[in-house]
């Protein structure tokens, strides 16, 4: 089991960037394959982007590519999300999810596909 705990949210302008975090506990990080959701008021849960658990495969969901990137460093049972030239649109609660995976290079998308959440992380961006 692990646990998840986003962080990094905040009010920023259109244009700037962010880097969300998610710590991961346990000691079997590097076992999981995770991804970022976003939910915007409103709306349903969204599949951002996600990475395998080694790093070496990373998925995006269209939109974001150019802007955000995925990145995990498993010494740090860290996962991270650098979002840049940010819009007004990203404003969301984004959340990070893991699942455990017996393949090193394989995403996941759906939200189904993941069996651990975080509370999430709000992110606002004004215009």
């Known amino acids: 089991q692990v646990q998840l705990v986003e962080s990094g949210g905040g009010l920023v302008q259109a244009g700037d960037s962010l880097r969300l975090s998610c710590a991961a506990s346990?000691?079997?990080?590097?076992?999981?394959?995770m991804g970022w959701f976003r939910q915007a008021p409103g709306k349903e849960r969204e599949f951002v982007i996600a990475?395998?658990?080694?790093?070496?495969?990373?998925y995006y969901a269209g939109s974001e590519k150019g802007r955000f990137t995925i990145s995990r460093d498993n010494a740090k049972n860290t996962l991270y999300l650098q979002m840049n030239s940010l819009k007004p649109e990203d404003t969301a609660s984004y959340y990070c999810?893991?699942?455990?995976?017996?393949?090193?290079?394989?995403?996941?998308?759906?939200?189904?596909?993941?069996?651990?959440w975080g509370q999430g992380t709000q992110v606002t961006v004004s215009s």
């Open positions: 990475i395998s658990r080694s790093g070496g495969t990373t």
């Open positions: 999810a893991a699942r455990m995976s017996t393949s090193s290079d394989l995403i996941f998308y759906r939200q189904r596909d993941y069996d651990y």
């Open positions: 346990g000691r079997t990080f590097s076992s999981y394959a």
